[in-house]
């Protein structure tokens, strides 16, 4: 059986092609395991980058999280005591939750936005090009530190936001961005303003569904909303699974919003304390690496479960055209 | 009469920690200059790093400049970004050994560093009035340098940071605003009770939507620690732990809780907004919002620019009756070697290049601070480009400078506690916690972040 | 959740296509201005006193000056021309390395079976799952170590060594909504593994593909830590971000006005990037034929 090692070191001598027209010499392989080493080939540069580059930082962050380090100085194990300290630190429970509330709220009503908002602009308009390209500006923008100034005027104390409730009526409305109760919900809006990438995967993958289903489809009888139902959702249903699965992370570990808008701090009142802004604080700002590395790694261990239910469950709603199990 | 330098030198001799003591205790020597030569490399090429705005990276570059062309062979490779980055950015660089030859350092970081062996001692680099200064190197000259400034860059009796210049806390006001309200700035030698009087005052004949002061509870400038050394001799114990317990914290957020339920300060929302927003721009003084605000005194001229008020400086007030002095001359920020530097006597050539060549100095301006030595304090007053609100600075600073006691010296791990004190204070401005259980908490956190 | 999510959107699309024309064009203007209204209010700022930009709220400057753009152009005394030329050199590179690398990749997981693939699938998964903060600091000695820091390489190598797992996972999702029968075609016209890949699956990724180089260039034009820490050996080297990075300080004087006018300016490659681009995100299956 071959094994990555292996392949890797073949990769010098035998081009994928090469492979096929020529077998090695000493036995000849069978379709199977030719197909197995085409697919190791394919994978030699990603091999290449795993061993090189991701796997040995992440198994020294790994390593941290045992220990006391100060960026500065050697580290010194300490065995599980950042872990057990974790139980312990009120602001890691305030993180948690923080961030639980903001990847429930923003991740659904993010996707739906991006989803319905590709359906509208796959349809055939004057200038769609340039209406599609409008509605990418917020994802442009990113959420550079112009963009939080923006955020502020809108929703800070007496705002435009708040220029407008008043004008409808609303007396004294809350500071949205400086209120605790509020803060997160504007970092909600923020994210789902920026609904343009998981658009631009849904155009994507709208314009792969083959024109002849729909026309099928209609041949049938079969109503718009049956169409969108019966060929729309189950075509596009794996990228629902992949933007449903890099939401989820991106939203874990959501810093840069936070970071921007609070200036740093998680505010006001740590309610926009987003579980990566906590970890980078105790990180950089407390020089606490060895705390964050342990954040670092629940934080992944949380991320894996839910990604790890969310394919169980795409068993049952996602739909391939590859028939492969 | 006593020069200001004279009784800083005097003042720290006499009330500066134990830490001070073998430094400046000794007697005043002539500068010093060790007979050994040092030995330059042909050509070198070092790193300068420093954070700061637009103004800071053109006037340091303009120095680069100069040092260049006055030293064919050394290349200056300059490196710069905004406040929070820069630390973030040299904390990893110092992970892997790697600082800059050249890193510009403030407040906790020096002791940071210097403990976990990240910066060069320059003991045997400089030289100056003092004999410990002088252990055999000839390349900075230190000499008529404010003592207090140095004592800020020493760590374990070894000077690690050479100061770029000084300041001192210094409350910012809004002259036009109390002008049109029919007052006059708080006098001389107020208090905070007095000042809580002065606020009351004023609000009756502010207009709407103005108030009197901004809410420095946990932001803005070192009220805390004046507050307290008001009150103790010191911050920190010598073991490094707070030298105050929770009941002082409680009194001093107490004060300002006061305050803001008389309406008298900014509301935690525009508190909130004002350190969202984390620039000079987003400040409620400048911003019109407020009429005081308590800061350090080159704020000065960074807040004029971007008002159409005029705007002064005030003292501190002072606790009452029987108190200490809590305010403070300080280096606002030094300029450092890093250990692993492959060209040290370059480095150190070019620190001493910025704090001592009269064309450097000029433009440099009081840009980091006041030159901490009179000599190039006067270089600067000769410079054309000073504002009038660096000459206020400088004028204050004089005036004040030498009523104040030495600078508090802090240890390595209290970087921590700025935002802790902060998020004390806007869970208590914004209600989210009662004064007691902030105060708690804060303690707590603290106690674990110095141990 | 999820199934709420397509039903909803459904019974909006069908409100929507019941609307007359007009007030649909309407809604999507309104929408439009909705989207627009940050850039506007950053462009209106950028031609604002420094001292305005806070204390006024409106979009259209009372005063109009245009020295933020002058002076911001050299303001960190090194031309804005040098930090694009750069910006946009490291970001067609890092596009370059994510097309090649990570479409073999995902065509791999996609369509070839060997041992240890969904073991390997979940590998790279979790590879992203750890945040940027925790690995930085090894990350950065490794590349010391191999004398990577102060070039671009510790930026772009990874790139064309498919660590964004993030473009691997997109490219396999979409080649898993290809036909296998036209692989299977193929591969009876005795087309090999490389050949089907790059005759047959490739051309039918492109909107993937667009996709894909859209926001690897996009993503690289905004990555502010990594190039402030890698390419810190010289101004010279800096990138858009870096340079906007140092316009604002929280301790000194900022120059708010500046870094506005100096965003609006490294709007536009990225919005001519996008516009560029886009246009691929039509081609798909319907341009590129199914029907051969």
Same mark, same amino acid.
């Given at each position: 059986?071959a ?12 081009? &994928? ?30 091999f ?5 580059i991701?796997?040995? *930082? ?17 580290p ?11 139980? $312990?630190?009120?602001? !890691? ?23 319905l ?9 004057? +200038? ?8 990418? #500006?917020? %994802?442009?923008?990113? %959420? ?14 007496? =705002?435009t ?6 004008? !409808? ?5 809350? @500071?949205?961005?400086?209120?605790? $109760?509020? +803060? ?6 923020l ?20 024109k ?5 489809a ?5 109503r718009?909303?049956?169409q969108?139902?019966?060929v ?5 249903? &794996? ?68 990604t ?6 795409s ?11 | ?62 120095v ?76 900075i ?65 502010l *207009? ?29 114990? *010598?073991?490094?732990q ?9 009194d ?15 509301p ?30 080159? !704020?000065?001229s ?10 002064g ?13 809590g ?11 890093? /250990? ?28 980091r ?9 006067k270089?600067?007053?000769?410079? &054309? ?6 000459? @206020? ?8 400078g030498?009523?104040?006691? @030495?600078?508090?010296?802090?240890p =390595? ?17 914004? =209600? ?20 | ?22 007030i ?13 209204? &940050? ?22 400057p009372?005063?109009?000056?245009f ?7 050299d ?12 910006? #946009? ?15 073999? /990749? ?6 070839l ?7 390997l ?11 940027l903060? @925790? ?21 772009? #190598? ?27 075609s ?16 490739? *051309? ?12 690897t ?24 971000? #870096? ?20 965003s ?9 990037? !996008? ?18």
């Amino acid at each position: 059986m071959a094994s990555p090692g292996v392949t890797v070191e073949a990769h010098a001598t035998a081009p &994928p092609p090469v492979a096929d027209r020529n077998p090695p010499p000493r036995r000849r392989l069978t379709r199977r395991q030719r197909e197995a080493l085409a697919g190791y080939l394919f994978l030699a540069p990603w091999f290449l980058g795993l061993i090189g580059i991701t796997l040995g *930082p992440m198994i020294a962050s790994l390593w941290l999280s045992f220990t006391r380090y100060n960026l500065l100085s050697a580290p010194q194990w300490t065995g599980f005591s950042n872990y057990s300290a974790l139980v $312990h630190d009120p602001l !890691f429970l305030t993180a948690v939750k923080v961030t639980l509330l903001y990847v429930g709220v923003s991740v659904p009503s993010q996707l739906a936005f991006a989803l319905l908002l590709a359906l509208v602009l796959n349809r055939g308009m004057r +200038a769609l090009g340039l209406v599609r390209a409008i509605y990418y #500006v917020p %994802s442009l923008l990113g %959420s550079s530190v112009a963009i939080a100034i923006v955020w502020r005027t809108l929703f800070g104390y007496d =705002g435009t936001i708040d220029r407008i409730v008043e004008f !409808f009526g609303w007396h004294n409305p809350p @500071a949205w961005i400086d209120d605790p $109760h509020t +803060a997160i919900y504007t970092l909600v809006v923020l994210a789902i303003w920026q609904f343009g990438a998981p658009m631009i995967i849904f155009l994507a993958g709208l314009r792969n569904i083959p024109k002849e289903l729909y026309e099928a489809a209609s041949v049938d009888g079969a109503r718009r909303f049956a169409q969108f139902r019966k060929v729309t959702l189950p075509l596009l249903s &794996p990228l629902i699974l992949f933007n449903l699965v890099l939401q989820v992370i991106a939203s874990f570990q959501a810093f840069t919003p936070a970071y921007v808008i609070s200036g740093g701090s998680g505010g006001p009142a740590n309610s926009t304390l987003f579980y990566t802004l906590y970890l980078y604080q105790q990180a950089f700002g407390q020089l606490n690496m060895g705390y964050g590395a342990a954040m670092a790694w629940l934080l992944l261990v949380a991320i894996a479960l839910v990604t790890a239910a969310i394919f169980a469950s795409s068993r049952r709603w996602v739909f391939y055209m590859d028939h492969q199990s | 009469m006593v020069s200001r330098r004279d009784f800083l030198r005097l003042a720290a001799g006499t009330a500066a920690a134990a830490a001070a003591a073998p430094l400046l205790g000794q007697s005043a020597s002539a500068s010093v200059r060790s007979a050994a030569r040092v030995k330059y490399p042909k050509s070198a090429d070092i790193q300068v790093a420093w954070w700061g705005g637009t103004t800071r990276d053109a006037r340091t570059e303009e120095v680069i400049k100069l040092f260049e062309s006055q030293h064919k062979g050394w290349h200056v490779t300059p490196f710069f970004s905004d406040f929070s980055n820069y630390f973030d950015a040299m904390n990893v660089k110092a992970a892997a050994g790697d600082l800059p030859d050249v890193v510009q350092l403030g407040g906790s970081y020096v002791p940071e560093y210097a403990d976990e062996h990240q910066l060069l001692s320059l003991d045997n680099l400089s030289y100056g009035d003092k004999a410990d200064h002088a252990k055999g190197g000839s390349v900075i000259d230190l000499t008529g340098f404010d003592p207090g400034q140095l004592l800020g860059g020493t760590v374990n009796r070894h000077l690690y940071a050479v100061t770029l210049g000084g300041n001192m806390p210094a409350v910012v006001y809004n002259e036009t605003l109390i002008k049109k309200a029919g007052m006059q700035p708080p006098p001389k030698n107020y208090t905070w009770a007095e000042f809580e009087s002065y606020l009351e005052e004023l609000k009756k004949k502010l *207009p709407s939507g103005v108030y009197p002061c901004d809410d420095n509870s946990g932001t803005g400038g070192p009220v805390m620690s004046v507050w307290v050394l008001q009150k103790y001799r010191r911050m920190y114990t *010598p073991a490094g732990q707070l030298a105050f317990g929770v009941k002082e914290l409680e009194d001093y957020f107490s004060y300002w809780q006061n305050l803001r339920n008389k309406g008298l300060i900014v509301p935690g929302t525009l508190e909130a907004a004002s350190i969202q927003n984390g620039t000079n721009e987003g400040n409620p003084l400048v911003l019109g919002q407020a009429v005081f605000t308590f800061q350090y005194s080159n !704020f000065l001229s960074q807040y004029q620019p971007l008002m159409k008020d005029k705007v002064g400086l005030i003292r501190y007030p002072l606790g009452p009756k029987g108190s200490l002095v809590g305010d403070f001359v300080q280096a606002s920020q030094f300029f450092s070697v890093s /250990a692993h530097s492959k060209a040290p006597t370059v480095a150190a050539n070019f620190i001493n290049f910025c704090v001592n060549n009269p064309h450097a100095v000029r433009a440099l301006g009081v840009e980091r601070g006041i030159p901490a030595a009179v000599r190039n304090e006067k270089e600067v007053l000769h410079s &054309p480009r000073l504002t009038a609100s660096d000459r @206020a600075e400088v004028a204050f600073e004089a005036e004040y400078g030498p009523l104040t006691r @030495a600078e508090p010296v802090a240890p =390595g791990k209290s970087g921590a506690l700025t935002s802790i004190f902060q998020n004390a204070a806007q869970d208590i401005a914004l =209600g989210t916690s009662s004064i007691s259980q902030a105060s708690e908490q804060a303690m707590s956190l603290a106690r674990r972040a110095l141990s | 959740m999820i199934r709420l999510t397509p039903s909803r959107s459904a019974t909006a699309v069908l409100a929507w296509r019941r609307i007359p024309r007009g007030i649909g064009r309407l809604l999507i203007a309104a929408g439009g201005v909705v989207m627009l209204y &940050p850039l506007l209010w950053m462009i209106g700022s950028s031609f604002k006193p420094e001292g305005q930009i806070f204390s006024t709220t409106g979009i259209v400057p009372t005063t109009w000056i245009f020295s933020n753009y002058t002076q911001g152009w050299d303001g960190l005394g090194y031309s804005m021309t040098g930090f694009l030329v750069n910006s #946009v050199v490291l970001c067609l590179l890092c596009v370059l390395g994510n097309l090649v690398s990570c479409s073999l /990749a995902a065509f791999a997981f996609a369509r070839l079976r060997f041992p240890l693939r969904r073991v390997l699938f979940a590998i790279m998964l979790t590879s992203i799952m750890l945040p940027l903060h @925790a690995t930085i600091v090894p990350q950065y000695i490794l590349f010391k170590y191999l004398g990577w820091v102060g070039t671009i390489a510790p930026l772009v #190598v990874p790139k064309f060594l498919a660590v964004d797992a993030f473009f691997v996972f997109l490219l396999v999702q979409f080649i898993r909504t290809i036909p296998r029968e036209l692989d299977d075609s193929a591969e009876i016209d005795g087309c090999g593994k490389f050949r089907l890949f790059a005759t047959v699956i490739l *051309p039918l990724c492109v909107p993937a593909l667009a996709t894909t180089a859209i926001f690897t260039f996009l993503w690289t034009w905004s990555d502010f830590f990594s190039q402030l820490i890698y390419l810190s050996g010289n101004p010279a080297h800096f990138t858009i971000p #870096v340079a906007l990075g140092a316009f604002v300080d929280s301790t000194s004087q900022s120059s708010w006005g500046q870094l506005l006018a100096m965003s609006v300016v490294s709007l536009l490659p990225i919005f001519g990037f !996008f516009l560029a681009f886009q246009r691929l995100l039509l081609e798909g299956i319907s341009t590129t034929g199914l029907r051969g």
